[in-house]
């Protein structure tokens, strides 16, 4: 398969981002790639000869693996159908406060960012809204985890099983790989991307092992990886610490096995310049922000400083009965060996022997990807909830490390040494699988059973008691269909046409974004400085019904001590405060169903309150 054809499934993103810069990511806009893609995908279907699309010579040529992929990919497929399009239950802090309303506002404005006050910029650069575009711009908004849970899913998959075609005796380490990538947890609590990051990870990988020796080689492999840098950043943020583990692994081995520094660096160079290139509109839309960010005017809310915690590397080797940690643990071990023994097989050849530019690919991914798991739950988990809470933002590299160690895995030690994969070899990684499935056996059936009877995944609903799990899925309801959404138009009806509002709700993505200039702040979003309020004169205020919370949960929230939202708590605390000043200085437009919606009478708007 040609370098191009491989990644030509990740080039929506760079449309997505220039389509958000100036403007124009509206449905038509969407609609109009998947034609150019199925256009495109038309015309190289016409330079292939017929013998090349032989059905017949196609049947003769399959192995079974190409079947075994085939029934894993339609099972999969069919069952996240059946069972979690849409979901019975959203996070809805999470999904309505912050992801629904970036893909709302996408449509209807254009850009996912028009609001100095949103998530964008702090959490995310709107990648991932991009990916979601395409499937809510054609189905209702519940729909919307269609392009991470399904599509993305199988795309990685597709990947990993793709790996054994043209290598008949890799048939059953691919299987082992796609097996592994469906065992991991991905502990998905939202609809942020889990696996998006990782059928963009495996492509990396992939990428990047494939990478030339020498500068004197035609292939450019460096915009590839400074594609999928860039638009792993674009998706979540959380992937800078990846990124930058990936960049120094992978230079600092090709630099350590071709025995060429020059080189290397001249490859880190390039690679992080194309990196610049395809993130550059994603950092054109958020400049303002970033510059009032950084020279904020003096007098602003003084939030308390996060306390330093020394790194907790006991939590690696956890036994916890909720999120055994040591499980996790072992699948980074399994990746990082495989990185290690792949670079101790490439030790023996010439420094300029092409086998070790390769592994040099390989191995930096899987170092880098258990590393990132190391990070994460050490140094990062001390400020969550708990450690176990810091697993899903290590979750997606952990899952395209273990399918890449699997499938990838017996290409790479014996290609070391430019032979074909043994039977042997391929055995070891596909009884490596199975032992993977029975350490994760228990998680898995549970994912399964809560998707078959709860349509969710148990991440929402194992916390609920029974009696009681009712409760969200009524309210998922009644915020998508039920009477919320008329009660949210009618107050945004009280706001004059064309005048901007401050919106501090659930559900905001149920305003209409096309009618007023909308600046929703969530929860997180106070932690920014506050002079990025905009220049307002009505509130929308939803201070009461299920989900919201109260003052109490916040002062709780500060009690625990938990570092992160503690502060975001503090943060809260204030900006509520704030709005209960106004409303009592304001004329009130409305006020039912639990949503106030005052005129600021202050001279000079609420930021100025």
Request: proline share 8%; hydrophobic share 50%; glycine share 8%.
């Amino acid at each position: 398969m040609a370098l191009d054809d491989r990644f030509g499934a990740r080039r929506h993103h760079f449309p997505g981002w220039l389509g958000n810069l100036f403007g124009i990511a509206r449905p038509w806009a969407f609609n109009a790639v998947i034609l150019l893609g199925l256009g495109l995908s038309a015309l190289e279907l016409r330079t292939k000869s017929p013998a090349a699309l032989s059905w017949r010579r196609a049947a003769a040529a399959a192995h079974w693996y190409h079947v075994v992929l085939i029934v894993i990919v339609a099972a999969v497929g069919g069952f996240v159908i059946s069972t979690a399009l849409p979901p019975a239950i959203f996070n809805h802090h999470d999904d309505f406060e912050k992801y629904f309303p970036q893909v709302a506002r996408m449509l209807a404005t254009g850009t996912v960012h028009d609001n100095p006050i949103g998530s964008i910029g702090i959490e995310t650069l709107g990648g991932q809204a991009v990916l979601q575009g395409f499937v809510a711009a054609n189905f209702p908004i519940e729909y919307i985890n269609g392009a991470d849970a399904l599509f993305c899913l199988l795309l990685s998959l597709v990947i990993v099983g793709g790996v054994a075609f043209g290598h008949p005796a890799l048939g059953l380490a691919m299987l082992g790989g796609v097996l592994g990538v469906i065992a991991v947890d991905p502990q998905k609590v939202n609809i942020s991307g889990i696996y998006s990051i990782v059928a963009l990870s495996l492509t990396l990988v992939v990428a990047s092992s494939e990478a030339p020796e020498s500068e004197t080689d035609r292939a450019r492999i460096e915009p590839v990886v400074g594609l999928l840098y860039a638009a792993q950043i674009a998706v979540k943020l959380t992937a800078v610490s990846f990124v930058g583990l990936h960049f120094i692994c992978w230079i600092g081995a090709i630099a350590w096995f071709c025995r060429d520094w020059r080189s290397a660096l001249r490859r880190g160079l390039k690679t992080a310049l194309w990196s610049g290139v395809f993130l550059s509109p994603w950092i054109l839309l958020l400049a303002p922000d970033y510059i009032a960010i950084m020279a904020p005017p003096p007098g602003l809310p003084v939030l308390p400083k996060l306390p330093d915690h020394p790194p907790q590397f006991t939590y690696l080797f956890s036994v916890n009965s909720f999120l055994p940690m040591a499980r996790n643990s072992a699948v980074a071990a399994i990746v990082l060996c495989c990185g290690c023994v792949a670079f101790y097989h490439t030790r023996w050849r010439p420094p300029r022997c092409p086998s070790r530019a390769r592994a040099a690919g390989f191995a930096a991914f899987c170092v880098a990807a258990a590393a990132n798991f190391v990070f994460y739950i050490a140094y990062v988990g001390p400020y969550l909830a708990n450690a176990e809470a810091a697993t899903r933002y290590a979750a997606p590299w952990l899952i395209a490390g273990i399918g890449a160690a699997f499938a990838l895995g017996p290409v790479f030690l014996p290609g070391a040494h430019e032979s074909a994969p043994s039977r042997k070899m391929a055995w070891t990684f596909g009884c490596g699988s199975l032992a993977l499935i029975v350490m994760f056996g228990h998680a898995l059936q549970r994912r399964i059973s809560y998707a078959v009877l709860y349509a969710t995944p148990p991440a929402y609903a194992q916390l609920l008691q029974p009696q009681i799990r009712s409760v969200p899925v009524a309210m998922v309801a009644d915020a998508l269909h039920g009477k919320l959404p008329d009660a949210v138009r009618g107050a945004q009806n009280n706001v004059p046409a064309g005048s901007p509002i401050l919106v501090w709700m659930l559900t905001p993505f149920l305003l209409d974004y096309g009618r007023n200039p909308i600046h929703e702040i969530g929860w997180y979003q106070l932690v920014r400085p506050w002079s990025l309020i905009p220049r307002t004169d009505y509130l929308i205020w939803q201070y009461g019904g299920f989900g919201v919370r109260q003052p109490q949960q916040y002062a709780n929230f500060i009690r625990d001590g938990i570092p992160m939202l503690a502060q975001a708590s503090v943060a809260a605390l204030e900006f509520e405060n704030l709005l209960r000043q106004i409303w009592s200085k304001s004329e009130v437009l409305s006020n039912n169903d639990g949503i106030v919606v005052p005129r600021v009478t202050c001279p000079r708007g609420i930021a100025q309150c």
